[in-house]
């Protein structure tokens, strides 16, 4: 390629090469935020991953599968051979619909599923709607998530830690729970961590607590589910450009959103995604399970 993606194919955005940097626009949004409406808009096409049927005639459900990292990931499991099912909250319909182009331009089928993954029901629901359409699960992937900044504890409302535990965690458990009934041997869970996690966020108390959760929830049900043949592993970014952090972050932050890391940009979510790959594919990873994946654009960290 000439350091331009181009337009991928119809119906898809113009993805560029060179990765923006800061200081990025100054921008804002209403929850749950739309990444149709980003400036730049985040690159998740990915044009110079080739695939390698790492992920051939694979099911994989993807929790926040509309945009940011799920997104990207949704592409580039399609392009390994995957067929996909994303879940996203209904206000995020437009998003959905353009990762679904997406995802039939790499010639695999997708399945839209509306709904919120605090619903313990809904998560039951939405595996067995998978099961329908697809007639197995191989794949599931945890990623949906909330964040609110707060200056501390005292702003931190119960309200607000109630539906960040029950969005971040308690979601994951109820999906975990609902497709192990599905999962075969060779099958795999990738969730979604965090830097914030392992190290902590004097202004994300309730997320990065939620994040840690998620590492040792992975942990743990990694060794729960091993004799059945099951992995299950975590990917902890740093910094990614996605609509969590235009709806979280005032404008000022938002343009400095990754300006300190050693690369001094955020990651595109097309950088993080062959992560879920990798932990997703037995062709790769088939000896790795309880593990958390880093990814912080050039520190580094003990996990």
């Known amino acids: 390629m000439d350091g331009k993606a181009g337009k991928a194919k119809e119906g898809l955005p113009e993805q560029e090469g060179q990765k923006p940097k800061n200081p990025l626009p100054e921008q804002k949004q209403p929850r749950p935020g739309l990444e149709q409406d980003i400036e730049p808009r985040p690159q998740y096409l990915a044009p110079n991953y080739k695939g390698a049927e790492k992920l051939a005639d694979k099911t994989a459900i993807i929790t926040g599968g509309d945009s940011g990292i799920g997104r990207s990931v949704a592409v580039l499991y399609a392009r390994e051979g995957a067929d996909v099912a994303i879940v996203y909250l209904p206000e995020e319909q437009a998003d959905a619909e353009e990762t679904s182009r997406a995802i039939?331009?790499?010639?695999r089928r997708c399945l839209l599923i509306p709904g919120d993954v605090k619903d313990s029901n809904f998560c039951r629901d939405a595996i067995e709607r998978v099961v329908k359409e697809f007639g197995k699960l191989d794949i599931l992937v945890n990623n949906a998530a909330f964040q609110q900044h707060q200056n501390s504890i005292e702003?931190?409302?119960d309200e607000q830690f109630e539906t960040t535990f029950r969005t971040n965690i308690f979601g994951y458990f109820h999906m975990a729970k609902a497709a192990l009934k599905h999962l075969p041997k060779g099958g795999t869970i990738v969730n979604t961590g965090s830097i914030t996690g392992l190290e902590g966020s004097k202004e994300l108390l309730?997320?990065?607590?939620?994040?840690g959760a998620i590492h040792a929830f992975t942990k743990s049900l990694a060794q729960s589910v091993v004799e059945r043949g099951i992995r299950v592993n975590c990917v902890a970014p740093g910094p990614v450009w996605t609509p969590l952090n235009v709806v979280d972050k005032d404008p000022p932050e938002v343009a400095k959103h990754g300006a300190d890391t050693p690369m001094k940009r955020p990651a595109q979510p097309e950088e993080i995604a062959p992560a879920f790959v990798f932990f997703a594919s037995n062709v790769d990873s088939s000896y790795?399970?309880?593990?958390i994946m880093t990814i912080l654009g050039g520190e580094t960290r003990a996990a």
Not at 206 to 211: E, H, I, P, R, V
Not at 288 to 291: H, K, L, R, V
């Open 155 to 157: 702003d931190l409302s």
């Open 288 to 291: 790795i399970s309880g593990e």
């Open 104 to 107: 039939e331009n790499e010639g």
């Open 206 to 211: 309730d997320y990065s607590a939620t994040k």
